[in-house]
T-cell receptor
Framework: GQQVMQIPQYQHVQEGEDFTTYCNSSTTLSNIQWYKQRPGGHPVFLIQLVKSGEVKKQKRLTFQFGEAKKNSSLHITATQTTDVGTYFCAGFSGGYNKLIFGAGTRLAVHP | EAQVTQNPRYLITVTGKKLTVTCSQNMNHEYMSWYRQDPGLGLRQIYYSMNVEVTDKGDVPEGYKVSRKEKRNFPLILESPSPNQTSLYFC???????????FGPGTRLTVL
């Protein structure tokens, strides 16, 4: 079945350093979504990318969708302690009902 | 306040004792879904519903049942829970055609 792989599993950074998480799908995705889950919390929707090669920015966060619509990345510039949490990508394939999540990247930010 | 609520938030039960986890949303969303979250596996979709009386299996439906008799409610039923169903469960909803999916606070279930 379809798989969405996410790397790295963990990332520790010093506050102010940049952070990137990568997402790869075994199949072409209709679109991809990114979520953030704070420790002890629930996933919170960040953004959805639909078009091949699409790049979207939210303040210090930059999201990219690959040209082949099989990979995506989330880059955080100058991390802050408020960025701590697990970041998940999730893709729809062949429709908009079944959402396949990556295993997530847990980000720790040291002050 | 727009929200998705789940009850109970924590539950410890024993193998074979039927249980129901309730999910309710006050946003009039058509689409609702149940996920389980396990360490190292991310979130896996159990069942989803596109509208009242319309449900379908996600990736891991075995051992679970759902119903959608009203638009706001989407209960998850475990007829005969087993220890491998120990997990953190999330309900989510979104408006048809919209991107944003809203998650409930989660239900931590332990089956002994």
């Amino acid at each position: 079945g379809q798989q969405v792989m996410q790397i790295p599993q963990y990332q520790h950074v010093q506050e102010g350093e940049d952070f990137t998480t990568y997402c790869n799908s075994s199949t072409t995705l209709s679109n991809i979504q990114w979520y953030k889950q704070r420790p002890g919390g629930h996933p919170v929707f960040l953004i959805q990318l639909v078009k091949s090669g699409e790049v979207k920015k939210q303040k210090r966060l930059t999201f990219q969708f690959g040209e082949a619509k099989k990979n995506s990345s989330l880059h955080i510039t100058a991390t802050q302690t408020t960025d701590v949490g697990t970041y998940f990508c999730a893709g729809f394939s062949g429709g908009y009902n079944k959402l396949i999540f990556g295993a997530g990247t847990r980000l720790a930010v040291h002050p | 306040e727009a929200q998705v609520t789940q009850n109970p938030r924590y539950l410890i039960t024993v193998t074979g004792k039927k249980l129901t986890v309730t999910c309710s949303q006050n946003m009039n969303h058509e689409y609702m879904s149940w996920y389980r979250q396990d360490p190292g596996l991310g979130l896996r979709q159990i069942y989803y519903s596109m509208n009242v009386e319309v449900t379908d299996k996600g990736d891991v439906p075995e051992g679970y049942k759902v119903s959608r008799k009203e638009k706001r409610n989407f209960p998850l039923i475990l007829e005969s829970p087993s220890p491998n169903q120990t997990s953190l469960y999330f309900c989510a909803s979104r408006r048809r055609g919209a991107d944003t999916q809203y998650f409930g606070p989660g239900t931590r279930l332990t089956v002994l």
